[in-house]
Each structure stands twice: as structure tokens, then as C-alpha cells.
T-cell receptor, first 111, second 115 residues
Framework: GESVGLHLPTLSVQEGDNSIINCAYS??????FIWYKQESGKGPQFIID?????DKRQGQRVTVLLNKTVKHLSLQIAATQPGDSAVYFC??????????FGAGTRLFVKA | NAGVTQTPKFQVLKTGQSMTLQCAQD?????MYWYRQDPGMGLRLIYY???????DKGEVPNGYNVSRLNKREFSLRLESAAPSQTSVYFC??????????????FGNGTRLTVT
């Protein structure tokens, strides 16, 4: 699913809580991973990325964790705000120019 | 900076009609991409251009053609539109030169309906 999908996995959190969005990627050869945020009516927006030689990377209020053993990626958002409500996509790249997107997770932030 | 600009924002076509979706970026990026986004299918790559003068097929190229007009512009053409091409189309660009290890910067999409 994606921003217009009817059957997106959904995460609902209270404002101020931390959010964790999970993603399983498919290709063990992928070496570059990216998280995007998509708000309604807009294109996906880059949040944070990580390369396969790392297992953790932090940005402003966001942290990405990579577990290559089980091909799992997660995005942690600290002190979630109403403006964080959106659809979040993980994406993987195996070194060529083709970035493969996951199905997306919709985050609802309750005030 | 405007980033990635797509035109038109909305379009309705009848089956069999043709049209060209326009995309321009002002970030001096090397690579450009066209994706489509459908409910339940995520974003799928149609075509990409690794650099000016080159284009390559992505995951779902059938029914589309592209032109990398110059470094800034990358257009997507539907020669004979079909209802299955009803979708939201996104153009993106990236600094990536030799491999796709830079994030994509997206436009805000063209919402296309084919009746």
C-alpha cells in the first residue's frame, strides 16, 4: 500500500510517545537503505539513510536500525508529533540505479 | 529552489489518447526517474536515466517511453493510454553518478485517470 492505499499497515501512537516502524527487506545483496515520508497529496520525502556497513544511524528525532542477519530495518521517531502523521516507506538499493520500495506504513498521531 | 517540478498535476485521458508528462529538476542532479504509485502496489520504477543521454527500463516499462531532453528534464510519454495506466506518477532525481546510493528527491506527482 501507499498513501492512497486502503489496506496499509497502520500504527497509531499518542503525541509525545516514541514510534517504531518496521520493515523487512527482500534482497540480501542490498547495501543502501532509505526511509521516506509521504504526506497526503505530496511526493515521498527523504528522512534518513543507512549503508550496510553500519547498524545504526541517528538524525534529528529519528534513528534507523539495520539488522542484516534477519534483513530488517526500523525507523524510530522520538517524541512523535502530529506533523509526523504520514505514510512511511522503507526502500533498498543493491548498487544499481533501481531503488525498490516497501509497501508503506501509515502513522497516525493522536493529540 | 523549486526542486523537482512536474506538470500537469492532474490529467484525464480517454483510452487510446496520448500524452507526455513533464519533469524538470534544478538541483543539477545526474540521474532521474519515473515511478508510478498504485493502491496496494507501492512505488514501482518505470524508467530511469542514469545520466544525460542514457535511459533504461525499470520494473514496469511497458506502454511508456521516456526522453532525457537535457540534464534538467526527463519526460514520460504514454503513446496509447489504457485504463491500467490510471495511477499517480512521480518523477525523482538523485545526485547518484555511478550507482544508486544517494536519496531520491521527488516531485509532487501527476494524477492520471484513463477512462
Amino acid at each position: 500500500g501507499e498513501s492512497v492505499g486502503l489496506h496499509l499497515p497502520t500504527l497509531s501512537v499518542q503525541e509525545g510517545d516514541n514510534s517504531i516502524i518496521n520493515c523487512a527487506y527482500s534482497n540480501s545483496a542490498s547495501d543502501y537503505f532509505i526511509w521516506y515520508k509521504q504526506e497526503s497529496g505530496k511526493g515521498p520525502q527523504f528522512i534518513i539513510d543507512i549503508r550496510s556497513n553500519m547498524d545504526k544511524r541517528q538524525g534529528q528525532r529519528v534513528t534507523v536500525l539495520l539488522n542484516k542477519t534477519v534483513k530488517h530495518l526500523s525507523l524510530q521517531i522520538a517524541a512523535t508529533q502530529p506533523g509526523d502523521s504520514a505514510v512511511y516507506f522503507c526502500a533498498e538499493n543493491t548498487g544499481g540505479f533501481k531503488t525498490i520500495f516497501g509497501a508503506g506504513t501509515r502513522l497516525f498521531v493522536k493529540a | 529552489n523549486a526542486g523537482v517540478t512536474q506538470t500537469p498535476k492532474f490529467q484525464v485521458l480517454k483510452t487510446g489518447q496520448s500524452m507526455t508528462l513533464q519533469c524538470a529538476q534544478d538541483m543539477n542532479h545526474n540521474s532521474m526517474y519515473w515511478y508510478r504509485q498504485d493502491p496496494g502496489m507501492g512505488l514501482r520504477l518505470i524508467y530511469y536515466s542514469a545520466s544525460e543521454g542514457t535511459t533504461d527500463k525499470g520494473e514496469v516499462p511497458n506502454g511508456y517511453n521516456v526522453s532525457r531532453l537535457n540534464k534538467r528534464e526527463f519526460s514520460l510519454r504514454l503513446e496509447s493510454a489504457a485504463p491500467s495506466q490510471t495511477s499517480v506518477y512521480f518523477c525523482a532525481s538523485s545526485e547518484a553518478r555511478s550507482r544508486g546510493n544517494s536519496p531520491l528527491h521527488f516531485g509532487n506527482g501527476t494524477r492520471l485517470t484513463v477512462t
